[in-house]
């Protein structure tokens, strides 16, 4: 059974920058998975942040695009987010998640009606970890 574990979130002021880590195990096969980070703000939707797919192609919410950077390890064990220049807007709870090799493999880089990576085919997330910037 997958398990995501995040890890560093907090509080920042405007401007200022975290960088969160989600620690994948329990995957026994292939590793050409997908994996992405999502966010919930109260009273909203959870949206797409950025995600990247088993060849590495890496798509992006236009709200964080040349903010935010999506990375993973070599072993895709774990996954990041370096986020810059924060800013109030993005304050939520971010959460990782992943879509298997079968799902990634045949439906990988799905966007929603705004552009930003859908969570269509995720089935695997973690608990999330809360991120607050203040003005």
């Known amino acids: 059974r997958v398990q995501l574990v995040e890890s560093g979130g907090g509080s920042v002021q405007s401007g200022g920058s975290l960088r969160l880590s989600c620690t994948a195990s329990g995957y026994p096969g292939s590793k050409n998975v997908c994996m992405g980070w999502f966010r919930e703000a109260p009273g909203k939707s959870r949206e797409g942040v950025a995600d990247?797919?088993?060849?590495?192609?890496?798509k992006y919410a236009a709200s964080v695009k040349g903010r935010f950077t999506i990375s993973q390890d070599s072993a895709k064990t774990t996954l990041y987010l370096q986020m810059d220049n924060l800013q109030p807007e993005d304050t939520a709870k971010y959460y990782c998640a992943e879509k298997g090799p079968l799902v990634c493999a045949y439906h990988s880089g799905l966007l929603d009606a705004t552009g930003a990576p859908s969570t269509d085919g995720y089935n695997f997330w973690g608990q999330g970890t809360q991120v607050t910037v203040s003005s």
């Open positions: 990247i797919d088993g060849e590495g192609t890496i």
